[in-house]
């Protein structure tokens, strides 16, 4: 079955930085789109950046240009979501999701498969 594994979260300051892993199983995972989303409390979910496997094409939403970048490790089937200069603004809880249709679609449709996520909490 489709797994989904989010990881990488934790308590960090401002300015400080983490790294989410996103490990994906069960299902052919270079023909799929990757994409990393977060919900904070009372907030509806936002989408924050995807990753197309086949061709490496990426995309990020406003938030998170020029601070987080997404890559992939095909070896581990795993997407990684690096997150420098944190803000008070990133807590939330983060998910990875999969989608076989193109990141442009999946983006403005939806995602077929979640993960259960992991939080991230940025406080001084």
């Known amino acids: 079955d489709v797994q989904l594994q989010a990881s990488g979260g934790g308590l960090v300051q401002p300015g400080e930085s983490l790294r989410l892993a996103c490990k994906a199983s069960?299902?052919?995972?270079?023909?799929?789109?990757i994409g990393w989303f977060r919900q904070a409390p009372g907030k509806e979910r936002e989408g924050i950046s995807y990753?197309?496997?086949?061709?490496?094409?990426?995309y990020y939403e406003e938030p998170a240009k020029g601070r987080f970048t997404i890559s992939v490790d095909n070896a581990r089937n795993t997407v990684y979501l690096q997150m420098n200069s944190l803000k008070p603004e990133d807590t939330a809880v983060y998910y990875c999701a999969a989608d076989a249709k193109s990141w442009v679609v999946a983006a403005l449709t939806h995602f077929d498969y979640w993960g259960q996520g992991t939080q991230v909490t940025v406080s001084s």
């Open positions: 069960g299902f052919p995972f270079n023909d799929y789109t």
């Open positions: 990753i197309s496997i086949k061709d490496d094409s990426t």
